[in-house]
């Protein structure tokens, strides 16, 4: 609250120190903007900036991390009554330290003898210490603005260059935003790679990487049966590569024969008509495919299966007969369709702008030889647009990796390192799902083999992208 | 010796037809398999669109009830209103109506609880509370039936299936039947669907606290990757020299456009949530998450923009004397903003459809309610949509499919805004 009237006054503050510069230097050559170095508003805005950011930059850093900071001193000297509690109970106790300080309800933990007094002492420090942190940010959000008037203010002069100095800091938020893309991969890597170095501490990669089992289950008592949990996730592996390959089964050819059509023989009227319509299956939200798949797609072809399964049961086929008799709702098949379903815009789209990126020329030349078109099209241009498939293909590959919500919904939690369609498998994808909704202890393996997950979703992605992005780039230089 | 030529000709040409029948076939053939993959991918489009349809309209339908109740002085006690029970005091009304008396256990009446909806009692105490005049008198109150009679009334439960397999029995269904044929039950527009927000019945679930939750994190969402997309696509595109650190930012974009959602979430759990302490499952977090995934596409569709703008009209700026700065802000970004709107719009469209990130920052707690601020729990359209889909009453299934109508709704309206722009705006240079 505080901090939102703080950046008002600010706002206003800086307003007007905008209008006293603008009339400064308009004043110093008698009202006539042609004296002037840059227009008027540019020495207004020079002082503006210089009052304005970095008070309003303080002001947010303490609204952002005054918690943070707050709760880091109120931790740093602490009282000897703690010594009893384990590190799971300190952190309730400053929790409640500072939600008491703040008017808050407590958890329910009751607090005896030296440790109510030090909880006490806690909630005044946490007082004191928060009300230190905002007026001191207050103080020196004032101080900065001051300075600012003090340093810019002066420097208004018919002759001085404002309009640049107001360009740099320009360039200055140019920079910022353009690094924010940046940032954002330091932070993904960073995130992955650190929570999964905890993992490894307690699992070993080579478990990870190349064990059979998969069954994060973290006991209740230490003694117990299985206490520590199999973290071998070959199995998820499998079943994310089986997946895939289902959903690439179907859209690969799906989507390529409607590219080559609706690039080749399409009419242009039949052209705006099926494209946008298949722009709308791209626009389709996953969560909307995982529904489908959850409750139309995978009854029915359990009943199909099942339907043969009853057919064939008692004949030469019956242990095939029982089998199919059994199969459940959570099919690798039924995922798989769905996800191919969901592909099918995405590689028929990218297959028509590289299959239309090959030159006119190379067709001409091969009809006039004589060719049909669908000669034309396997033998001329699908060879030169054979790497940008291939590519397209690629970048499929890449989504159905990463896709989560339709194997959340649709496929199983049952990890099993099989090949078999109409089995229940699992994806890397589903596991960091079920591992990380719920209650999550940051410290325990099972949590951390999420990011171990992550990670390993991101490098497969990043370098299946790369390669990809790599071949497209070569292609389209050839024609250029 | 003459006709030699004559028959290798004729040979010729005959083979040469033969093979351009069996060429033409193959030709028919191809063009058939392209024309079917196009046929394909539409049928599942009408399927999976007309099967959520099918599946969800009946959601849009309301049979509700309406019952006056005498307000028993000899059951709600004038100093404890809140301790009445005043499901069981509707239950025993509307059986009376029926003509059906109960017997000492109650067991007829806690029957008739099942096919009426608790909002019934609520809305009776509310009244109550707030005039308690009305005890001793009849009151009228209309809410909806249960959404096990429901499914009745729209023939998702039938009469046909064995008694023990369907959640009502067969004197449920009489009753129901007699309720309706007695003109206590009307049937019109769900409103409720639209204005309520998740409960655990069914029959008062809706979508509104998931729009208003939507709403939020998509203005969160638009704040910070728009103006952020904005201005890194056109410090690379006009101002960047080309050389190392503008070649790693490029690479780095078209990376992050490529990136599992799902590794968003993770980032957002990892540094959002563990480092920065943004409230969990608050709008103001779901938004920053989403912001960053959405922040690649902005910057790329901005980019394409801005190219499309022809270098004319830098030139002519710079020549009447206009800096670099005001050469972009006040020509060449207005003349790309149609192109820039557009792709803003469709990565924002394509941010309320995500839900994978946001399962993984706690989005999918049970939200009774509107979202109290931008850091207060909240849940989205999407996460609604996988939460009904998970629970195990029926009912919610039909709420799923309508929730995702609703959800359709908003991508199509987002899409539509897209497209209008660009065909009223777009520029041919």
Redesign the interface.
Same mark, same amino acid.
């Given at each position: 609250m505080l901090t939102w009237v703080a950046l008002l006054a600010l706002a206003l503050f800086s307003g007007a120190t905008f209008f006293a510069a603008r009339g400064k230097a308009l004043a110093a050559v008698g009202g006539r903007p042609i004296g002037l170095h840059s227009l008027p508003g540019y020495y207004g805005g020079y002082v503006a900036l210089w009052v304005a950011v970095p008070a309003a930059l303080i002001l947010l850093l303490a609204a952002g991390f005054g918690g943070s900071l707050e709760a880091g001193l109120l931790r740093s000297s602490e009282s000897s009554a703690l010594q009893a509690l384990d590190a799971q109970q300190r952190d309730v106790f400053y929790n409640d330290a500072v939600t008491l300080s703040q008017g808050g309800q407590p958890s329910e933990t009751v607090y005896e003898g030296p440790q109510k007094q030090a909880l006490a002492d806690a909630v005044s420090k946490a007082k004191h210490l928060r009300s230190q942190i905002t007026y001191g940010a207050l103080a020196a959000a004032i101080a900065l603005a001051l300075a600012g008037v003090a340093f810019a203010y002066p420097k208004i002069r018919p002759d001085f260059r404002a309009r640049n100095q107001v360009e740099t800091w320009i360039a200055g938020l140019f920079i910022l935003c353009s690094v924010t893309a940046v940032l954002t991969t330091i932070g993904i890597v960073g995130s992955l790679v650190w929570e999964s170095w905890r993992f490894f501490q307690s699992v070993s990669p080579v478990d990870f990487l190349f064990g059979m089992e998969w069954n994060p289950q973290i006991a209740m008592r230490s003694d117990q049966y299985a206490s520590s949990g199999a973290f071998g996730a070959v199995p998820l592996f499998i079943g994310t590569f089986l997946i895939m390959i289902i959903a690439m089964v179907v859209a690969a050819p799906v989507g390529l024969f409607s590219a080559i059509y609706l690039s080749e023989y399409a009419s242009p009227l039949a052209r705006s008509v099926v494209k946008p319509l298949l722009e709308i299956l791209a626009g389709v939200p996953t969560v909307v495919y995982g529904f489908f798949a959850a409750l139309t797609v995978g009854p029915l072809f359990r009943e199909f299966f099942n339907g043969i399964g009853g057919l064939l049961i008692g004949s030469g086929l019956d242990g095939l007969g029982q089998y199919l008799s059994q199969v459940q709702n959570q099919m690798a098949l039924v995922a798989g369709a769905v996800m191919g379903v969901m592909l099918i815009p995405f590689v028929s789209s990218l297959s028509d702008d590289i299959i239309n990126a090959v030159p006119q020329s190379l067709r001409d030349g091969s009809l006039a030889m004589g060719a049909t078109r669908s000669e034309t099209v396997k033998k001329v241009v699908l060879p030169a647009a054979l790497p940008g498939i291939m590519a397209a293909l690629l970048l499929a590959v890449s989504r159905a990796v990463g896709e989560t919500m339709i194997v959340t919904m649709a496929a199983g939690l049952q990890a099993k390192a099989t090949i078999n369609p109409l089995d229940t498998v699992t994806t890397v994808t589903v596991q960091i799902v079920t591992l990380l909704t719920g209650d999550q202890e940051f410290d325990s393996p099972k949590t951390l083999a999420a990011f171990g997950l992550g990670l390993t979703l991101f490098l497969v992605t990043l370098i299946l992208n790369i390669i990809a992005l790599r071949i497209v780039q070569k292609y389209r230089e050839q024609y250029d | 010796m003459t006709d030699a030529p004559m028959s290798t000709s004729a040979t010729l040409r005959q083979t040469v037809e033969a093979r351009l029948k069996v060429?033409?076939a193959?030709?028919r053939?191809?063009?058939a398999?392209?024309?079917?993959?196009?046929f394909?991918?539409?049928a599942?489009?009408t399927v999976?669109l007309g099967?959520?349809v099918s599946?969800g309209y009946t959601t849009f339908l309301e049979y509700s009830l309406t019952v006056p109740v005498y307000v028993d002085p000899a059951r709600v006690d004038r100093t404890d209103i809140s301790g009445a029970n005043f499901d069981l005091l509707i239950a025993d009304q509307v059986l009376g109506r029926l003509g059906i008396k109960d017997d000492d256990f109650g067991t007829q009446s806690s029957k008739m609880m099942d096919i009426l909806s608790n909002d019934l009692g609520f809305q009776l105490l509310q009244k109550v509370k707030a005039n308690p005049s009305l005890i001793g008198k009849t009151v009228s109150v209309t809410g909806p039936v249960r959404a096990d009679g429901a499914l009745y009334y729209k023939g998702e439960i039938k009469k046909s299936t064995p008694e023990d397999e369907r959640k009502l029995d067969n004197t449920q269904l009489q009753w129901l039947d007699k309720m309706k044929s007695m003109g206590m039950v009307s049937s019109g527009f769900n409103t409720g669907f639209l204005t309520k927000s998740d409960s655990t019945e069914p029959e008062q679930a809706g979508v509104w606290g998931a729009i208003v939750g939507s709403t939020m994190m998509l203005i969160v969402t638009a704040l910070l990757a728009v103006?952020?997309?904005v201005?890194?696509a056109?410090?690379?595109e006009e101002?960047?020299a080309k050389n190392r650190w503008t070649d790693?930012?490029e690479v780095?974009?078209?990376?992050?456009a490529?990136?599992?959602? &799902?590794?968003?979430? /993770?980032?957002g759990?990892?540094?959002f949530i563990?480092w920065?302490?943004v409230p969990r499952s608050s709008p103001l977090l779901g938004g920053l998450v989403l912001a960053?995934m959405a922040?690649?596409t902005v910057?790329i569709a901005t980019r394409s923009a801005l190219k499309a703008v022809p270098p004319s009209i830098r030139e002519a700026a710079l020549g009447v004397g206009a800096?670099?700065?005001q050469t972009v802000f006040h020509h060449v970004l207005p003349l790309a903003m149609p192109g820039v709107m557009t792709g803003a719009i469709l990565s924002m469209?394509?941010a309320?459809?995500?839900?994978?990130p946001l399962?993984?920052i706690g989005m999918?707690s049970f939200v009774p309610g509107v979202p109290e601020g931008f850091t207060g729990a909240a849940t989205v359209l999407?996460?609604q949509?996988?939460i009904w889909?998970n629970a195990s009453e029926r009912a919610f299934?039909e709420r799923?499919?309508g929730a &995702?109508m609703v959800? /359709?709704v908003f991508?199509i309206v987002m899409?539509l805004a897209a497209i209008l722009l660009r065909r009223r705006f777009e520029r041919r240079w």
């Amino acid at each position: 609250m505080l901090t939102w009237v703080a950046l008002l006054a600010l706002a206003l503050f800086s307003g007007a120190t905008f209008f006293a510069a603008r009339g400064k230097a308009l004043a110093a050559v008698g009202g006539r903007p042609i004296g002037l170095h840059s227009l008027p508003g540019y020495y207004g805005g020079y002082v503006a900036l210089w009052v304005a950011v970095p008070a309003a930059l303080i002001l947010l850093l303490a609204a952002g991390f005054g918690g943070s900071l707050e709760a880091g001193l109120l931790r740093s000297s602490e009282s000897s009554a703690l010594q009893a509690l384990d590190a799971q109970q300190r952190d309730v106790f400053y929790n409640d330290a500072v939600t008491l300080s703040q008017g808050g309800q407590p958890s329910e933990t009751v607090y005896e003898g030296p440790q109510k007094q030090a909880l006490a002492d806690a909630v005044s420090k946490a007082k004191h210490l928060r009300s230190q942190i905002t007026y001191g940010a207050l103080a020196a959000a004032i101080a900065l603005a001051l300075a600012g008037v003090a340093f810019a203010y002066p420097k208004i002069r018919p002759d001085f260059r404002a309009r640049n100095q107001v360009e740099t800091w320009i360039a200055g938020l140019f920079i910022l935003c353009s690094v924010t893309a940046v940032l954002t991969t330091i932070g993904i890597v960073g995130s992955l790679v650190w929570e999964s170095w905890r993992f490894f501490q307690s699992v070993s990669p080579v478990d990870f990487l190349f064990g059979m089992e998969w069954n994060p289950q973290i006991a209740m008592r230490s003694d117990q049966y299985a206490s520590s949990g199999a973290f071998g996730a070959v199995p998820l592996f499998i079943g994310t590569f089986l997946i895939m390959i289902i959903a690439m089964v179907v859209a690969a050819p799906v989507g390529l024969f409607s590219a080559i059509y609706l690039s080749e023989y399409a009419s242009p009227l039949a052209r705006s008509v099926v494209k946008p319509l298949l722009e709308i299956l791209a626009g389709v939200p996953t969560v909307v495919y995982g529904f489908f798949a959850a409750l139309t797609v995978g009854p029915l072809f359990r009943e199909f299966f099942n339907g043969i399964g009853g057919l064939l049961i008692g004949s030469g086929l019956d242990g095939l007969g029982q089998y199919l008799s059994q199969v459940q709702n959570q099919m690798a098949l039924v995922a798989g369709a769905v996800m191919g379903v969901m592909l099918i815009p995405f590689v028929s789209s990218l297959s028509d702008d590289i299959i239309n990126a090959v030159p006119q020329s190379l067709r001409d030349g091969s009809l006039a030889m004589g060719a049909t078109r669908s000669e034309t099209v396997k033998k001329v241009v699908l060879p030169a647009a054979l790497p940008g498939i291939m590519a397209a293909l690629l970048l499929a590959v890449s989504r159905a990796v990463g896709e989560t919500m339709i194997v959340t919904m649709a496929a199983g939690l049952q990890a099993k390192a099989t090949i078999n369609p109409l089995d229940t498998v699992t994806t890397v994808t589903v596991q960091i799902v079920t591992l990380l909704t719920g209650d999550q202890e940051f410290d325990s393996p099972k949590t951390l083999a999420a990011f171990g997950l992550g990670l390993t979703l991101f490098l497969v992605t990043l370098i299946l992208n790369i390669i990809a992005l790599r071949i497209v780039q070569k292609y389209r230089e050839q024609y250029d | 010796m003459t006709d030699a030529p004559m028959s290798t000709s004729a040979t010729l040409r005959q083979t040469v037809e033969a093979r351009l029948k069996v060429r033409h076939a193959q030709e028919r053939r191809f063009r058939a398999y392209g024309l079917a993959a196009i046929f394909v991918a539409l049928a599942f489009l009408t399927v999976l669109l007309g099967r959520i349809v099918s599946q969800g309209y009946t959601t849009f339908l309301e049979y509700s009830l309406t019952v006056p109740v005498y307000v028993d002085p000899a059951r709600v006690d004038r100093t404890d209103i809140s301790g009445a029970n005043f499901d069981l005091l509707i239950a025993d009304q509307v059986l009376g109506r029926l003509g059906i008396k109960d017997d000492d256990f109650g067991t007829q009446s806690s029957k008739m609880m099942d096919i009426l909806s608790n909002d019934l009692g609520f809305q009776l105490l509310q009244k109550v509370k707030a005039n308690p005049s009305l005890i001793g008198k009849t009151v009228s109150v209309t809410g909806p039936v249960r959404a096990d009679g429901a499914l009745y009334y729209k023939g998702e439960i039938k009469k046909s299936t064995p008694e023990d397999e369907r959640k009502l029995d067969n004197t449920q269904l009489q009753w129901l039947d007699k309720m309706k044929s007695m003109g206590m039950v009307s049937s019109g527009f769900n409103t409720g669907f639209l204005t309520k927000s998740d409960s655990t019945e069914p029959e008062q679930a809706g979508v509104w606290g998931a729009i208003v939750g939507s709403t939020m994190m998509l203005i969160v969402t638009a704040l910070l990757a728009v103006p952020i997309g904005v201005l890194a696509a056109t410090y690379l595109e006009e101002f960047a020299a080309k050389n190392r650190w503008t070649d790693i930012i490029e690479v780095n974009i078209n990376n992050l456009a490529a990136v599992p959602s &799902i590794v968003y979430g /993770l980032l957002g759990l990892a540094v959002f949530i563990n480092w920065l302490h943004v409230p969990r499952s608050s709008p103001l977090l779901g938004g920053l998450v989403l912001a960053l995934m959405a922040l690649p596409t902005v910057i790329i569709a901005t980019r394409s923009a801005l190219k499309a703008v022809p270098p004319s009209i830098r030139e002519a700026a710079l020549g009447v004397g206009a800096s670099k700065t005001q050469t972009v802000f006040h020509h060449v970004l207005p003349l790309a903003m149609p192109g820039v709107m557009t792709g803003a719009i469709l990565s924002m469209a394509h941010a309320l459809g995500e839900t994978a990130p946001l399962l993984m920052i706690g989005m999918v707690s049970f939200v009774p309610g509107v979202p109290e601020g931008f850091t207060g729990a909240a849940t989205v359209l999407p996460v609604q949509v996988f939460i009904w889909e998970n629970a195990s009453e029926r009912a919610f299934h039909e709420r799923t499919a309508g929730a &995702i109508m609703v959800l /359709l709704v908003f991508m199509i309206v987002m899409n539509l805004a897209a497209i209008l722009l660009r065909r009223r705006f777009e520029r041919r240079w």
